[in-house]
């Protein structure tokens, strides 16, 4: 299995001041930007298709298989977030090997495959290092390389690259277009820059309140027939501002 559909089936849930009710679902194998204002419920959505939350009502299905009482480690799904994603005193194979072996049991042929990944994100050379021995982007790349040993088919991004610099985020952004290029998992990735969901999404998520308040082809947000929530969201200019920068 290489890709899922992921589906939220009027998932209800709520913290103390806030509820949510999602209702959306992803094709396997595609690229989906979330995207909303802050405290719309982005890593809320994530979450419960994480299980680190369980919803209080509807269901939630990975090609077509009901998880929704599933712990996060018995679901098809790995998660990447902004940042604290690896083990301080861990170098970088080990915490990369992780997600193979919780215990670090790594037979021959995980080390193989934990050698490819390391490859894959270009961290060939830099196996023995600490995390505080690698720059911000080095340590999302190790957090990338995890989550591809893992071999899950739905992969999950929180703000991966929100705290790099706008050249940093593109090569980021480049490097995993890439893998899902070669792996083909459906990816789910939250962000705050109209610009990122633009250059690798196939297809956007608009989180408001809680709720979905806009899907559909990412250039639908792009273009003056683009939702109006999202034109108020990014702000007019900006928007107009994207749909020149198509042409
Ligand atoms: N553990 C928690 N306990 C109580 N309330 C929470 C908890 N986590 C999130 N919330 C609340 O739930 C709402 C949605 O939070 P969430 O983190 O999903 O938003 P978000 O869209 O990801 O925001 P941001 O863009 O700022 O990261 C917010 O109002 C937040 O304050």
Redesign the pocket.
């Known amino acids: 299995m290489t890709d899922a559909s992921v589906k939220l089936d009027q998932v209800a849930f709520g913290?103390?001041?806030?509820r949510?009710l999602f209702d959306v679902a992803v094709q396997p194998g595609v690229i989906a930007a979330i995207m909303?204002?802050?405290?719309?419920?982005?890593?809320?959505?994530l979450?419960l298709v994480a299980g680190f939350e369980k919803p209080e009502s509807g269901r939630i299905l990975i090609d077509g298989k009901d998880v929704s009482e599933l712990a996060p480690s018995e679901r098809p799904v790995s998660m990447v977030f902004q940042e604290n994603n690896l083990f301080a005193h861990l170098n970088v194979e080990k915490n990369v090997g992780l997600g193979r072996s919780p215990s670090l049991h790594l037979t021959d042929s995980d080390r193989a495959i934990i050698r490819d990944a390391l490859a894959q994100t270009g961290l060939t050379g830099k196996e023995k290092r600490l995390p505080s021995e690698l720059s911000g982007g080095e340590r999302q790349r190790v957090a990338l390389a995890r989550a591809l040993v893992r071999d899950r088919p739905v992969l999950l991004l929180?703000?991966p690259f929100a705290s790099l610099g706008p050249a940093l985020r593109d090569d980021m952004l480049d490097l995993l277009a890439k893998l899902h290029a070669e792996k083909g998992m459906t990816l789910l990735f939250?962000t705050?820059q109209p610009e990122d969901a633009r250059r690798i999404a196939e297809f956007m998520i608009f989180?408001e309140e809680?709720k979905v308040a806009a899907t559909g082809p990412i250039d639908d947000f792009f273009g003056n027939g683009a939702p109006e929530a999202f034109r108020r969201y990014i702000g007019a200019d900006e928007s107009a501002n994207l749909a020149r920068k198509r042409t």
């Open positions: 913290y103390a001041e806030t949510v909303g204002p802050s405290g719309a419920g982005k890593t809320t959505l979450n929180d703000e939250v705050h989180i809680g």
